[in-house]
């Protein structure tokens, strides 16, 4: 009798350097491939046309048709997995399910509870690590517990890379052995996106492995300046692949091998920044708490000052301070958000307007292409203060130095906030601080076409300091 396995994707969307379809096909003369859209997850998702429904779109169509040149199908259900995925196993009766491990808390609880019941029904269940490059146990300090400190962790990371990866696996996946079969269910041809109550929608990014793969190759030419231009928005120099790792169009290795490649300080500290990654995944495994909770407890107790009504203007890009409100716009337009202005404009929600990080980190959620749980929650952590290895309470982000250094010729903001366009390359920082004739030269109206500042910097940042004082 003919093995057959089933191999589950979720965030891993493609076909090649897969570790567990390269094992589920190994192990058995045929392989499914199954995609489920998790009805627990789609129900929360309040926006329609949620952008990240069409790049998942995207991406399984791009799937399904390589499935189809070797005369495969993809499965695609829709429903709760942890019902689906052992009632399709037992359908198909297959040997084994293969999965790539995921360590959100609720994936971690799903998986559980579909390996369970698997195993009750004697199927066997095997997962892999191909989400990141080393799993929480595979970076220790000298007393084996894991860093919460990045740098020495980087340092032992780079440490027991050179010392073990001589090659950077590459987990060949060997189409040729899918299961044979026709899915009348086909992603291509019906229209799914409307059947489980979405709208397909244009996005600045497509979804899929050919798209990533070009960008790759494109950011190949220029990571060498990687370390000067990454900070500049308007250069537009980083690799603008986090949406592709967090969907998995791409592997982690991919990356490694591409950082790889030449030696220079621009691909070093790319590959740092991969490095980042694989630090705030391990946190979010080994302490599923900081999903709602501050990893520094105490931090906790802040009783935050913020309003409502600052907050919806943070959220809409009206704050009266041009670098925020042009980043802010950008992400309300496009899904994504510069690494530099998601820290000012984390920094400006927390400690210049005084609002709880959960609030601006839950929007990041709902707004962002590339969300990931673990780096989303780590980098507003960070920027509040509240998370491991975070930046000192007392540090907080000048907004207008920030623009100034950041953004200095106002490029990225004139591109956000078209009303200042005509301000000169200073002026266009600080609006408000021009006199009427200069708001007549310029267009623009402060109070009327662009807002003032809903709040002052400066004496809010006594308050910041006071508030986060207070529970020390
Ligand atoms: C408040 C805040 C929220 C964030 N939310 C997310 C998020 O939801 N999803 C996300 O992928 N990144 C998040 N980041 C990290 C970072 O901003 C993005 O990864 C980066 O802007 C994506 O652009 P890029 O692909 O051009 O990155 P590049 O500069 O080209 O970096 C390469 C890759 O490294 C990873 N990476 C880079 N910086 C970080 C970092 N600080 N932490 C973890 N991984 C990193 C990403 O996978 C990125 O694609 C957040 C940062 C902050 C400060």
């Known amino acids: 009798m003919s093995s057959k396995n089933l191999c589950w994707i979720r965030r891993d969307l493609r076909l090649h350097d897969h570790y567990a379809l390269s094992q589920a096909l190994k192990n058995a003369d045929e392989t499914f491939l199954v995609f489920v859209f998790d009805e627990l997850i789609l129900t929360k998702l309040k926006n ?29 259900k829709y429903g709760d997995p942890a019902k689906i995925i052992p009632e399709l196993a037992l359908e198909l009766k297959v040997d084994g399910l293969y999965f790539n491990r995921d360590y959100e808390p609720y994936a971690k609880k799903r998986d559980e509870s579909v390996t369970k019941t698997l195993e009750k029904n004697k199927i066997s269940v095997f997962s892999f690590k191909d989400h990141v490059f080393y799993e929480k146990q ?41 299961a044979k079969f ?22 600045v990014l497509k979804g899929g492995t050919t798209e990533a793969m070009g960008l790759l190759s494109q950011f190949k030419k220029h990571m060498h300046n990687y370390k000067e231009a990454r ?51 391990v946190i979010l495994d080994v302490y599923p708490k ?75 959620a709902e707004k962002l292409l590339d969300f990931d749980l673990a780096a989303n929650n780590g980098g507003w952590q960070w920027s509040a203060s509240t998370g491991v290895d975070a930046q000192p309470y007392f540090r907080i982000f000048n907004p207008y130095n920030q623009s100034e250094k950041f953004d200095p010729d106002g490029i990225f903001i004139r591109d956000w906030c078209p009303e200042l366009s005509l301000f000169s390359n200073k002026q266009i ?44």
């Not at 998942?56 to 799937?63: T, V, W």
């Not at 780079?158 to 590459?170: D, G, H, I």
């Not at 003032?452 to 004082?469: E, R, S, T």
Request: hydrophobic share 35%; charged share 25%.
């Open 48 to 76: 329609k046309k949620d952008r990240r429904l069409t790049f998942i779109f995207d991406s399984l169509k791009e799937i399904e048709s390589l499935l189809n040149e070797v005369g495969s199908s993809l499965i695609i």
């Open 138 to 178: 595979e970076v220790l300090n000298g007393k084996r517990e894991i860093y919460k400190v990045f740098t020495p962790y980087k340092n032992k990371w780079l440490e027991t890379f050179r010392a073990q990866e001589s090659v950077v696996p590459n987990f060949n996946c060997v189409l040729k052995k899918m």
């Open 290 to 364: 900081v999903e709602t909770h501050s990893f520094k407890l105490e931090y906790d107790q802040i009783i935050w000052l913020g309003s409502k009504a600052d907050f919806k203007s943070w959220c809409e890009g009206e704050t009266g301070y041009p670098i925020v409100d042009a980043a802010m716009r950008c992400l309300n337009e496009t899904g994504l958000m510069h690494n530099r202005l998601r820290m000012v404009v984390a920094s400006f929600l927390t400690k210049t307007l005084l609002i709880d990080w959960r609030l601006g980190e839950r929007y990041f």
């Open 231 to 281: 900070d500049i928005p308007a250069l537009n120099q980083t690799s603008n692949l986090s949406t592709y790792i967090r969907m998995g169009n791409l592997s982690i290795r991919d990356m490694i091998r591409a950082s790889l490649e030449k030696s220079n300080e621009g691909a070093s500290t790319w590959l740092s920044e991969l490095i980042w990654r694989d630090f705030y995944q």
């Open 182 to 203: 026709n899915n009348p269910n086909s992603i291509n041809k019906k229209n799914w996106m409307n059947t489980i109550g979405f709208e397909e929608i244009t996005c």
């Open 429 to 472: 920082h600080y609006p408000h601080e021009s006199d009427m004739v200069e708001q007549v030269e310029a267009k623009c109206f402060i109070g009327s076409d662009y807002p003032h500042p809903i709040v002052a910097y400066k004496g809010q940042k006594d308050k910041a300091l006071a508030m986060y004082k207070a529970i020390r």
